[in-house]
């Protein structure tokens, strides 16, 4: 898993004035996570205008079996949290993790593996914000979610094996027609296609077998097996979990106990918003974290 990543400092974002570099000095680097199906692409935009408002640095990457990054089994929290702290090692000479820690930040499934790095790194991780998820299985809403990725994968997969459709276009039209109504669901799914200069045919940038095998374990909260996260401490640093109002993935009736039994220190705020709050509601959702952060790190 590797990232381009850079700071960006001074550059009008239409927000407030960012605070004095003495002051951003103390804010730690930042490591921002897309979700199931995303790339770091999703996030770019959110994350210059972080950089630039905060002074610190914002590393977006590929998580695995997405984007540019590797594919390989198995996909679960146990695996991304080895990845990211792969990827601190191999940036360890451009970006400063020693001195401040960093922040760990995530949409959705980028949300819960940030959560899982937390619990298993808190020396190193100072601070989470998970984007429209948390640290448990939603036992309302999570099996409706299940079924609706698993479908998405299921039929991405079946139209890119026929080879029916005759361009990325034709894909779209074929899952609005058929599976889901909303337009920017869709361009977002078809965004993992391309079609192949060689072969003329439409074919998957990610692995949606693996995926598909796997989605259980990215709806649930934990690395590999069940319960294996009750073994570490309750997270103390803070935790900022933000809530989409208009989405299911949290939803009305928030189980707090179950987040105190994993972070002490936390926080939640609504948005209205659907779960796709980094790219609907970006000036609102950069507003918030960055308040946040400097509320917890100046």
Known sequence: MYSNQKT????????????????????PPIIFLHGLLGHRKNNRTAARMLANQLGTTLIVPDLRNHGTSFHARPHNYRAMSDDISYLMGHLRDEVDFETNGVIMMGHSMGGKAAMVHALRFPDIVKGVVSIDNVPYMNPETSFKEFEKFHLYLKHMKQVVDSGTCRNVAAVADYLLKNIEQEKKIVMFLVNNLHKDPVTKKV??????????EYIEDIMEFKMSILGDLDDYPVYQDP????????????GNDIHEHLIQSHFENYQIQSMDSSHWIVTEHRVPFVKMVSKWVLDNFI
């Not at 074919?203 to 598909?212: A, E, F, N, T």
């Open 203 to 212: 074919q998957s940038l990610v692995p949606l077998d693996i995926l598909d």
């Open 239 to 250: 935790l900022l979990i933000i809530r989409a109002n208009y989405s299911n993935f949290v």
């Open 8 to 27: 960006l400092k001074g550059k009008h974002t239409g927000l407030n004035n960012p605070p004095p570099p003495e002051i951003c000095a103390n804010i």
